[in-house]
């Protein structure tokens, strides 16, 4: 795995990221002052729209001091490696006559989920004291924070400080506590939130080590108090077997790596860092799934979980890491109850899962954006739905599937009947807003209209496995679900859809990654890619993915420059960071002239989809409810031009192993188990 290493930063230079989905944090190139802390479950309300948002957490502010006197670090460089998740900074202090040289590294553990561990080394070249305070500090400039904090007094020495936040409306807590250990001369606690220790630096060095915990109040009552108790945790393991339990985690990770034979050099750095932080910003043990933005940006999207979840990020856990894709449906499980709310005030049956999501469930999306306030883009429930069937599919876990699947696909069937209208064509779903937001309130949108067919007639087969026969009602309206098409066979956005040279490509979701075919595919296709998708490569969410059309079309040329546009353009300088939209001028991805707000996690989930189930055309939605993975396998792999193979390491299918080997030219992908 490549190491990225930074020694010049520019204005605009984006923040690093370092994540284990439960606790986020950007560290900046002075990480020992500039960094922005985030904790899944801990929001406030927004100023100004009035919503839920992520609500800013401390983070250890570090002062240097020589002979009494402050010492600003000089930053030097900072590597960041994908393979263990861990940020190094190195520096030099200028004491007197004296240099100091400081290598600072940290990471978020993914064994400890509610850990920030760090490791601080002095080195001198003549021996030296020198003093390190830690003061736990709230970055400015960010709308929703924390509004209280209070510390709870310093009682014994299994702890350095603890203290109490409480965001900005006070609906929701956190506690935090901390540690020093290492080989420090002296240690003093000067608050709950404020610490400091002596060190002596030789030619030897010294090393201390700083571990916090963020324990969010919804997960626990006392959250400060369970801070405190994780800390005594911590130091019964102590930081090298933390540290090792990271290594570990992070390795089990890449068993699933995807390769390119035949690619450019670069994708392999572009895939590695979109699988390095999809997987850094989700935890099976977060209270609250995943955002567009991860746990990176505050002000991104305030946190909540869109459909983006299910339909882009969902995909790479549910095959390389399902204990985090059953944490991620989890998540809905938990708040069906909202979601039935949220259907009966629209005056619909069953549940309706909310545009956007936050900590309780209900819907929390700003009420001026379109799509009437987000309640009339009502795709999500359906792509909410599809991804426990997948889950069930995929894990073959019976007990998921009868206690947890079938409740959600139950649910979201009973909507579709009570949302659909009959009209004298059959069914038809009017006065709703598709993928595409730039045409809102539509009638029978093409997606959400197959979609329902498809997780109505889902539905039938669950209840038949379970022994509850089919439901008439449901039959019916999947039977005669209205879906508009075109003379020319091309599949419309929605009915009434104009023709144009711009035309949004979302209805091609249909076909990848839901398995949605009308017998006669490449008109449609051919359509899209000739009217408006060369303007969607650039944009968010399904770019990611586009090129695998045109390789479905017979045209790896065209698939290839679609592939290129769609990815390379959304990278940039240092560490691979992630955009949400993509940066044509390859000198400003190098060089960012603007500032870049990262880490849009979006379109990374959606590359990677498109790589481990789009080209290699295995579909998990092909399959019936008791079928294998052998009905999943589409035929004919047909490559980008110049790839030769896409290997997958490992996925997991049903409680086994595989290696998925997807050649161009062959007929289909092959599954190589491997051993347990």
């Keep these: 795995m490549t190491k990225h290493v930074v020694t010049n930063w520019n204005e605009f230079s984006p923040p690093a990221y370092v ?156 506690g935090v506590s901390y540690r020093l250990f290492g080989n420090y ?42 801070a405190h108790r994780l800390i005594k945790l911590a130091a019964w393991n102590g930081f090298e077997r933390i540290r090792n339990g990271n290594h570990a985690a992070w390795a089990k990770l890449w068993e699933s790596r995807i390769v390119i034979d035949g690619a450019q050099e670069e994708w392999q750095n572009v895939i590695d860092a979109s699988y390095f932080y999809l997987m850094s910003s989700m935890s099976a043990f977060a209270p609250v799934s995943v955002a567009p933005y991860g746990l990176s940006q505050p002000d991104g999207y305030e946190g909540h979980c869109f459909w983006d979840t299910e339909s882009f990020m969902f995909m790479t856990p549910l095959f390389c890491a399902p204990d985090i894709a059953c944490s991620m449906l989890e998540y809905r499980f938990r708040r069906l109850e909202a979601a039935k709310n949220n259907a009966r005030l629209n005056g619909y049956s069953g549940i309706q899962f909310p545009w ?77 807003t598709g993928i595409d937001e730039e045409s809102d309130d539509v009638p029978n949108d093409s997606y959400t209209n197959i979609m329902s067919k498809k997780l109505l007639y889902t539905a039938n087969e669950y209840s038949e496995k379970l022994g509850f026969g089919k439901n008439a009602r449901w039959s019916e309206v999947s039977e005669t679900l209205w879906i508009p098409s075109r003379e020319d066979g091309v599949l419309p956005q929605y009915e009434g859809m104009p023709d144009k040279d711009n035309q949004a490509s979302t209805t091609l979701m249909a076909y990848f990654p839901y398995g949605y075919t009308s017998g006669n595919d490449i008109p449609t296709f051919e359509y899209y890619i000739n009217h408006g998708m060369e303007r969607y490569l650039n944009y968010p969410m399904l770019s990611g993915f586009l090129g695998v059309f045109p390789a ?23 560490f691979y960071a992630c955009t949400e939209w993509g940066i044509s001028n390859p000198k400003e991805r190098k060089n960012p002239q603007t500032p870049v707000i990262t880490h849009f996690i979006t379109a990374r989930g959606s590359l990677l989809s498109g790589l481990i189930m789009g080209l290699t055309k295995i579909c998990p939605w092909k399959g019936s409810i008791d079928g294998g993975p052998e009905e999943w396998l589409g035929e004919n792999i047909i490559l980008p031009e110049g790839w030769k193979r896409i290997t997958i390491g490992k996925v997991y299918i049903r409680g086994k192993a595989y290696k998925i080997i997807a050649e161009n030219g062959a007929k289909h992908a092959v599954l190589q188990e491997l051993p347990q």
């Design 19 to 174: 994540s284990n989905g439960f606790i986020g944090f950007r560290f900046a190139k002075n990480p020992f002052k500039e960094t922005v802390g985030l904790l899944s479950g801990f929001y406030g309300v927004k100023k100004g729209p009035d919503v839920e948002a992520f609500s800013v957490i401390p983070t250890p502010n570090i002062t240097f001091y020589y002979m009494n006197q402050p010492v600003e670090p000089q930053i030097k460089s900072q590597s960041y490696d994908f393979s263990t998740g861990e940020l190094e900074t190195s520096a030099i202090l200028n004491c007197g006559d004296k240099v100091t040289y400081i290598t600072y590294t940290v990471f978020c553990s993914r064994t400890s989920p509610t850990l920030l561990v760090s490791s601080l080394k002095v080195k001198s070249d003549k021996r030296c004291q020198v003093r390190i305070n830690i003061a736990y500090q709230i970055q400015d400039g960010y709308m929703s924070t924390v509004s209280e904090i209070e510390g709870c007094p310093y009682c014994n020495e299994d702890h350095d400080g603890k203290f109490k936040l409480y965001s900005s409306d006070k609906t929701t807590t956190a």
């Design 185 to 226: 001369c002296s240690k003093e606690h000067i608050s709950p939130l404020n610490a400091s220790a002596e060190v002596e630096s030789t030619d030897n060095g010294s090393e201390i080590q700083l571990i916090t915990s963020y324990v969010p109040g919804i997960m626990h009552s006392e959250p400060h108090n369970q």
């Design 552 to 574: 479905w079309a017979g045209d790896r040329e065209k698939s290839l420059a679609f592939y290129e546009k769609a990815n390379l353009t959304f990278f940039c300088d240092p």
């Design 356 to 432: 956007q999501s936050g900590t309780v469930g209900c819907e929390v999306t700003v009420p001026f954006a379109g799509q009437a306030g987000g309640a009339g883009e009502q795709h999500v429930n359906l792509d909410v739905a599809l991804a426990f069937d997948a889950y069930a599919k995929v894990s073959g876990d019976e007990c998921f599937l009868k206690e947890k699947a079938w409740p959600v696909l139950k649910g979201v069937a009973d909507w579709i009947v009570s949302r659909a209208e009959k009209t004298p064509r059959g069914y038809e779903i009017l006065h709703v």
